[in-house]
Nanobody, 112 residues
Framework: QVQLVESGGGLVQPGGSLRLSCAAS????????KGWYRQAPGKQRELVAA????????TYADFVKGRFTISRDNAKNTVYLQMNSLKPEDTAVYYC?????WSQGTLVTVSS
């Protein structure tokens, strides 16, 4: 049974930082594509960042380049999203997607 357990969301002021974590079980983590996505109210889910190859190559949406960093720890079966310089428009429910499976989502609210 595949499980993706996400943590780290919450309320942060503009300019602040948060780190999201997504721990996977029941899946061959090291061989699976990994990504972070988000969905704001009234909008479609969109890709934020992804690790696209086994050697760890990454890709980012233009709206987070230079602010967010995706990383992984294969020993812990965990993927992270470090979010810096957060903006109100980053407010959304964030999901991790690994090997075709989805986490439950965590709300990130950027507001003063």
């Amino acid at each position: 049974q595949v499980q993706l357990v996400e943590s780290g969301g919450g309320l942060v002021q503009p300019g602040g930082s948060l780190r999201l974590s997504c721990a996977a079980s029941g899946i061959i983590f090291s061989l699976s594509a990994k990504g972070w996505y988000r969905q704001a109210p009234g909008k479609q889910r969109e890709l934020v960042a992804a690790i696209i190859t086994r050697d760890g190559s990454t890709t980012y949406a233009d709206f987070v380049k230079g602010r967010f960093t995706i990383s992984r720890d294969n020993a812990k079966n965990t993927v992270y999203l470090q979010m810096n310089s957060l903006k109100p428009e980053d407010t959304a429910v964030y999901y991790c997607g690994i090997g075709g499976y989805w986490s439950q989502g965590t709300l990130v609210t950027v507001s003063s």
